[in-house]
Each structure stands twice: as structure tokens, then as C-alpha cells.
């Protein structure tokens, strides 16, 4: 199942009409009727979260449970003059059409196409809208605005504020959430959006992620080593880290020979210089504070290479050097100095 996104849909009653089609008639609460002429049709999945608007209100919120393909015929309208579909009919204005072009006419050509259908089922998910979500909300949550898009994704943790107080909205809104991976990270991220249980999960996937490394370099490090941390042997994919050795902020290497496959926590050991390779034989080591928490079963452990010749051994060293000087004693003051500090 692929990450779930969310969607703003224009239904009204009577035949809709949008970027010259006539329409379909729709039931708001079951389903949502479309076809290939209109644009994000491809986009629209199952599981995805449904927020159905008519001209004037926000009538409500729903998952799709299915989407049931077809085809058909519909009479296709198009501008008389420069022939785009682009229209739109205005009410208090003669004449009634107008074209994206800026052409007026009073009544289009039409001509009939075939195209895809789609009818999006919601199966028991309709849920009415709380009072507080306003259409004007709505479209700030419209992540690339277009008044002729009658399908607009939304960012539902926009609306999230007007939801989490209808248990059956907060419900859909958690199920969400719980859904989102870390391939659908391109979301935008908002800071002034309190409490929201969408934008706390996109925080922690971006957390793992960042940890993760990046896709490339660890994909280079799972085929030069295997998948498993080269120390614990830990094979849990949403465990094992691409760690750098020279950090990449100074040295934008992501080679291979660069990285180790580490398990989360001693990813972090690793970066703390708590944790280090020893370059002359590639056996770890650890910090004597780290032994009262567990960790002395991988201490002169050997590092998994999988038959290669194994990291950087020049940049082992120098992350050995750094370990090192953590091993060091700190060096005590002299009674003197001790006084002036005591004096300061």
C-alpha cells in the first residue's frame, strides 16, 4: 500500500460542470464520479482521504475504499474561437462563456469524446464536516491552489485543528497518519500547526530518515556489506543506519568506502565517539562508560566487511583519534587554580 494523500472534492447537486465538461451527478456521502479529462484523476488512490465541498460548504470528510474504473461518452465543450476546453460559464455577465483566453461567446462547441471513468466509493467512511471547517480553511489547505481544479490535494494537517474535536474525523485523521512512510516526506511542514498527530508523525519519519541516511549512499553501503549492522548483526530494516565516518557536512562524500551499516543506537555511540574501529585490525571498541549499560558483549567484537576490504582505514583513524581523546583523563586543576575559581 502506497502512502496516502489527501484530496479536496467539488461536488454540487445537479450535473457539475468543469474545464468545458458536463458533469456528473453525484451523492456526495457514497461516491465521487470523474474521468480522464480532469486534472489529478490519475493521482486519486485508494485510502486516500476525501474532503467533499459543494459551491457553498464543506459537506464532508471520507476515506476511498475502492475505485471503480470504466469508460464512457460525455459531450466535451470547448471555446469557439481558439478551440480550448478551458471555459467557464458566468451567471451575471453577457455573454455567458468565456475561454482561459479571454475570448467571450455565448454558447461553445461541443463534440463528443470517449473517456476513462472513475467512481471513488467510500463504503461507511462519510463522515459530516464540523461546523468549524469553512471553505475558506479548506483552501488554505490547497496545496497548489487553481479554481478550475474541481480535485486539489490538500495538506489535511491544516485542517486538522477543525477535526480532532469530532471523534469519527479524528479517527479518520490518526488512521491517516498512521499510514504516512517516509517516501511521502515531500509534504510541506508546519510549524504553526499545535497538537497535530500528522505533522508529529512526518517529525519523527524525518528524524529516521535523516538518521537513515541518505537513499543513495546507503543503498551503496547495503550492497557493499549486506543489509545487517557490520557490528550487532541486526537485520530489522527501520533499525540499521548509512553512517558516515567523515562527516559528510565537511567532506559531501557519500562513497561507500566512506560509511558503515550501524544499528540505530550505535549509529549514535559512533557519532558521540563512545563507539570506534579500530583501523589497525577492525575490532570495536567501546567507552568504559558504556559498559554498565550493555554494550561490553561488542567490545574487540570484529566488523562485518562481507569478504571487501572493508571502510576508509584513513578515515577509522582519525574517528580512532577522536575516540581516543574521550579515553583520556581529564586533567585536574592545581590547588591555585582551584582557589582563583573558588575566589571568581
Known amino acids: 500500500m502506497g502512502n496516502p494523500r489527501a484530496w479536496s472534492l467539488l461536488a454540487v447537486d445537479g450535473a457539475r460542470q468543469y474545464g468545458g465538461n458536463t458533469g456528473y451527478q453525484d451523492d456526495p456521502s457514497l461516491v465521487y464520479r470523474y474521468d480522464s479529462f480532469v486534472a489529478n484523476h490519475q493521482q486519486v488512490s485508494t485510502n486516500d482521504v476525501v474532503v467533499i465541498r459543494s459551491p457553498s460548504q464543506v459537506l464532508g470528510l471520507a476515506r476511498i475504499t475502492d475505485i471503480e474504473p470504466g469508460t464512457g461518452e460525455k459531450e466535451r465543450q470547448r471555446c469557439p474561437t481558439c478551440g480550448v476546453s478551458d471555459i467557464k460559464r458566468r451567471t451575471t455577465i453577457l455573454p455567458p ?45 490547497v496545496i497548489r491552489p487553481n479554481d478550475q481544479m474541481s480535485i486539489k490535494e490538500i495538506d489535511l494537517a491544516r485542517i486538522e485543528p477543525w477535526l480532532r474535536d469530532d471523534a469519527d474525523c479524528n479517527a479518520l485523521v490518526k488512521k491517516f497518519a498512521s499510514s504516512i512512510g517516509i517516501d511521502a516526506l515531500n509534504s510541506p511542514e508546519h510549524d504553526d500547526a499545535p497538537h497535530s498527530v500528522i505533522e508529529a508523525r512526518r517529525r519523527v519519519l524525518r528524524e529516521v530518515n535523516q538518521r537513515r541516511g541518505q537513499a543513495k549512499f546507503r543503498n551503496r553501503l547495503i550492497a557493499r556489506y549486506g543489509f545487517a549492522c557490520q557490528i550487532s548483526g541486526c537485520a530489522f530494516p527501520g533499525l540499521v543506519e548509512a553512517a558516515h565516518i567523515r562527516p559528510y557536512a565537511e567532506t559531501n562524500d557519500n562513497g561507500p568506502h566512506n560509511g558503515l551499516l550501524l544499528r540505530s543506537d550505535l549509529h549514535t555511540l559512533f557519532d558521540l565517539d563512545l563507539l570506534a574501529i579500530d583501523p589497525a585490525d577492525l575490532t570495536v571498541a567501546i567507552h568504559p562508560d558504556l559498559v554498565a549499560a550493555g554494550y561490553d558483549m561488542f567490545d574487540g567484537k570484529p566488523l562485518v566487511v562481507n569478504g571487501t576490504s572493508g571502510p576508509d582505514l584513513a578515515a577509522l583513524q582519525e574517528r580512532w583519534d577522536s575516540f581516543q581523546l574521550k579515553l583520556a583523563p581529564k586533567p585536574t586543576a592545581s590547588a591555585p587554580e582551584m582557589v582563583t575559581t573558588a575566589l571568581a
Open 97 to 141: 462563456w468565456v475561454c482561459r483566453n479571454r475570448h467571450e461567446f455565448v454558447e461553445p462547441t461541443r463534440e463528443t469524446v470517449t473517456v476513462d471513468t472513475f467512481a471513488a466509493h467510500y463504503g461507511e467512511t462519510f463522515r459530516s464536516a464540523p461546523s468549524g471547517l469553512t471553505l475558506d480553511r479548506l483552501a488554505a489547505a
